[in-house]
């Protein structure tokens, strides 16, 4: 089938090399032109594991083209993929422009039957803003054509996303046209070739269950953040605690883990746009304000740790960071925790030495001009004459290193780990002092 994408961000350019990967000729428009120029020159300007050779085998089979002629991308597919940004607003509602404008793109130009499917993240009611949009846009042109707004929330992780999208736990359709039902289900075969993933709904619920997915998610985290905090107080181990819990099948294991806040491009943005939804609709979400309420909280705890060890004021210290992407796997900054602890910590007058495996082009761009914050090129050298660590991100690569080596290049042998990473025995045994989330 012909797909265009609209938005080559990290939804869009996965889901478009996915969407090609299985034969579809996908072209991706965006209007970022920095962005499109490396993708037609055989970059790849965001990190994804896989995502590079996919990309580019696929172009080389000449099913996957990248533009920034409009034109081009609504005459191209019979499918207009929206997966442009839909950021917060000041007032916590999700920003609709990117999407709208993309709507309005599209009936500007359409004459004939095409499927819109909303990727994007977006409130509920908004299928019926693209369709009123692009109503309009024919009207004005005076031109009459049947056209479908499906809504097709994405569920992929960044760092893990090709996977996930390639095998996906569910695939979530609102429609309420048979016809365009039909298309999704052939796009998607391939997806699904061991058991049935679609779940067919109204477009208003498949709307809801994207933020319900990501606000239940939000909410287990900011939970165990908070039975962390007061297992630190009671002398608890907040790890055997989760084993403890998450052996129920009822609660399960995922997304149990304690550490330093949730952060990224949507689950801090989709609490709030959920709220604001409710809000809007003369409803106050409780539980969500006390999940946003405790997870900013939570992002100053490793901070009042190195505070009550170091004392207030951190002038002339030199403080090691690792971790600055808001999650293993990606170069993602969105809403890090890393932000608020190396902000925090250079208010307090330290120097932050950072490292992280792939995130460095990123932070540099997000710190430039932050006179306090410089790179390091590994682990070991961010630690070298440091008066503490302080690991923000649990990549894997930070598991598995010498804890005497890092005593050693330490001047002060402190580790604060915001991810539970170490077994405090085996820090302890190196020398470390060792302070985490939740355990004695
Ligand atoms: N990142 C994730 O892990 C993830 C997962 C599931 C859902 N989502 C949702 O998917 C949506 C996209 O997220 P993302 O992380 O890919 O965003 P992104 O910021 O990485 O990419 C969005 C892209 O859209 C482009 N764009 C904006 N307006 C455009 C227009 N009118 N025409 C063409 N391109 C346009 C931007 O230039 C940008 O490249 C959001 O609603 C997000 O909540 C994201």
Redesign the pocket.
């Not at 996303?161 to 298309?183: C, E, L, T, Y």
């Given at each position: 089938m012909k797909i265009t994408m609209?938005?080559?961000?990290?939804?869009?350019?996965?889901t478009g090399a996915c969407l090609a990967e299985v034969g579809n000729d996908v072209l991706g428009?965006?209007?970022?032109a920095r962005?499109i120029g490396i993708l037609q020159s055989g970059g790849v300007?965001?990190h994804e594991p896989g995502l590079q050779p996919m990309i580019e085998r696929n172009v080389a089979a000449g099913r996957l083209r990248f533009t920034?002629d409009?034109d081009e991308?609504v005459e191209h597919g019979a499918l207009q993929f929206?997966?442009?940004?839909?950021?917060p607003g000041e007032d916590g509602s999700?920003d609709m422009s990117?999407?709208l404008?993309?709507a309005r793109?599209i009936g500007q130009r359409i004459d004939g039957w095409k499927i819109i499917v909303d990727?994007?993240?977006?409130p509920v009611g908004t299928a019926d803003r693209v369709r009123a949009a692009i109503t309009a846009e024919l009207a004005k042109r005076g031109v009459q054509t049947e056209f479908a707004v499906v809504s097709n929330?994405?569920?992929?992780?960044?760092g893990a996303?090709i996977d996930d999208f390639m095998k996906p736990d569910r695939i979530v359709i609102g429609a309420d046209d048979q016809r365009a039902v039909a298309a999704m289900r052939a796009i998607y075969a391939p997806f699904q070739r061991s058991h049935e993933r679609m779940l067919v709904m109204d477009v208003r619920s498949a709307e809801l269950t994207?933020y319900a997915a990501n606000a239940m998610l939000a909410t287990r985290i900011s939970f165990m953040n908070e039975i962390a905090n007061l297992a630190d107080r009671l002398g608890a181990d907040v790890e055997a605690v989760r084993q403890g819990i998450g052996s129920d099948p009822r609660i399960g294991y995922h997304f149990l883990y304690p550490g330093v806040g949730y952060g990224?491009?949507?689950f801090p943005?989709?609490v709030k746009a959920l709220q604001y939804t409710a809000r809007q609709h003369g409803m106050s979400l409780k539980v969500l304000g006390a999940v946003h309420d405790v997870n900013e909280a939570q992002k100053h705890v490793l901070v009042d740790k190195v505070v009550a060890r170091l004392g207030e004021d951190l002038t002339g210290r030199r403080i090691a960071v690792w971790g600055l992407a808001f999650k293993p796997n990606?170069d993602?900054m969105?809403e890090a925790p890393a932000l608020v602890v190396i902000d925090a910590l250079g208010k307090r007058g330290a120097a932050i030495v950072a490292y992280d495996p792939v995130a460095m082009d990123e932070a540099r761009r997000v710190f430039a001009g932050a006179p306090h914050v410089s790179f390091a090129s590994s682990p070991a050298k961010a630690c070298e004459g440091a008066d503490a660590l302080v690991i923000v991100t649990e990549w894997k690569e930070f598991r598995s290193q010498d804890l005497d080596t890092l005593r050693r290049k330490l001047k002060q042998p402190l580790l604060f780990d915001g991810r539970n990473l170490y077994e405090p025995a085996l820090a302890r045994a190196a020398g470390l002092e060792y302070f985490s989330i939740g355990r004695p």
């Amino acid at each position: 089938m012909k797909i265009t994408m609209i938005g080559t961000g990290y939804v869009g350019l996965v889901t478009g090399a996915c969407l090609a990967e299985v034969g579809n000729d996908v072209l991706g428009l965006d209007v970022d032109a920095r962005k499109i120029g490396i993708l037609q020159s055989g970059g790849v300007p965001i990190h994804e594991p896989g995502l590079q050779p996919m990309i580019e085998r696929n172009v080389a089979a000449g099913r996957l083209r990248f533009t920034t002629d409009v034109d081009e991308g609504v005459e191209h597919g019979a499918l207009q993929f929206i997966a442009v940004g839909t950021p917060p607003g000041e007032d916590g509602s999700a920003d609709m422009s990117y999407v709208l404008q993309a709507a309005r793109n599209i009936g500007q130009r359409i004459d004939g039957w095409k499927i819109i499917v909303d990727k994007s993240t977006v409130p509920v009611g908004t299928a019926d803003r693209v369709r009123a949009a692009i109503t309009a846009e024919l009207a004005k042109r005076g031109v009459q054509t049947e056209f479908a707004v499906v809504s097709n929330p994405e569920f992929l992780k960044e760092g893990a996303a090709i996977d996930d999208f390639m095998k996906p736990d569910r695939i979530v359709i609102g429609a309420d046209d048979q016809r365009a039902v039909a298309a999704m289900r052939a796009i998607y075969a391939p997806f699904q070739r061991s058991h049935e993933r679609m779940l067919v709904m109204d477009v208003r619920s498949a709307e809801l269950t994207k933020y319900a997915a990501n606000a239940m998610l939000a909410t287990r985290i900011s939970f165990m953040n908070e039975i962390a905090n007061l297992a630190d107080r009671l002398g608890a181990d907040v790890e055997a605690v989760r084993q403890g819990i998450g052996s129920d099948p009822r609660i399960g294991y995922h997304f149990l883990y304690p550490g330093v806040g949730y952060g990224g491009s949507c689950f801090p943005k989709d609490v709030k746009a959920l709220q604001y939804t409710a809000r809007q609709h003369g409803m106050s979400l409780k539980v969500l304000g006390a999940v946003h309420d405790v997870n900013e909280a939570q992002k100053h705890v490793l901070v009042d740790k190195v505070v009550a060890r170091l004392g207030e004021d951190l002038t002339g210290r030199r403080i090691a960071v690792w971790g600055l992407a808001f999650k293993p796997n990606t170069d993602d900054m969105r809403e890090a925790p890393a932000l608020v602890v190396i902000d925090a910590l250079g208010k307090r007058g330290a120097a932050i030495v950072a490292y992280d495996p792939v995130a460095m082009d990123e932070a540099r761009r997000v710190f430039a001009g932050a006179p306090h914050v410089s790179f390091a090129s590994s682990p070991a050298k961010a630690c070298e004459g440091a008066d503490a660590l302080v690991i923000v991100t649990e990549w894997k690569e930070f598991r598995s290193q010498d804890l005497d080596t890092l005593r050693r290049k330490l001047k002060q042998p402190l580790l604060f780990d915001g991810r539970n990473l170490y077994e405090p025995a085996l820090a302890r045994a190196a020398g470390l002092e060792y302070f985490s989330i939740g355990r004695p």
